[in-house]
């Protein structure tokens, strides 16, 4: 006997639920001289399980990734 269409349905939307979760912390460099630009998209990105660190300027920045790693700037 066949499985209803809705029972693959609930399957992988569980599935992609699932995997969308399932990946390491990744250090991310927000910069962006507007603080509330900066703010809605650090909490965005925190919410989503990222690791956040912010810069207000360019030269800020520049010296930030001279002495850390990130996986995004």
Not at 15 to 39: C, G, H
Not at 44 to 65: C, I, P, Q, S
Request: charge should be neutral; aromatic fraction near 8%; charged fraction near 35%.
């Amino acid at each position: 006997m066949r499985k209803p269409f809705t029972d693959y349905l609930k399957t992988s939307t569980d599935l992609i639920k699932q995997a969308r979760w399932e990946f390491p912390a990744r250090r991310i460099l927000v910069v962006d001289d507007n603080s509330m630009n900066r703010d809605m998209l650090t909490r965005r990105l925190v919410k989503h399980g990222y690791v956040v660190e912010e810069a207000e300027n360019g030269r800020t920045a520049l010296d930030m990734v001279a002495a850390n790693e990130y996986d995004l700037v």
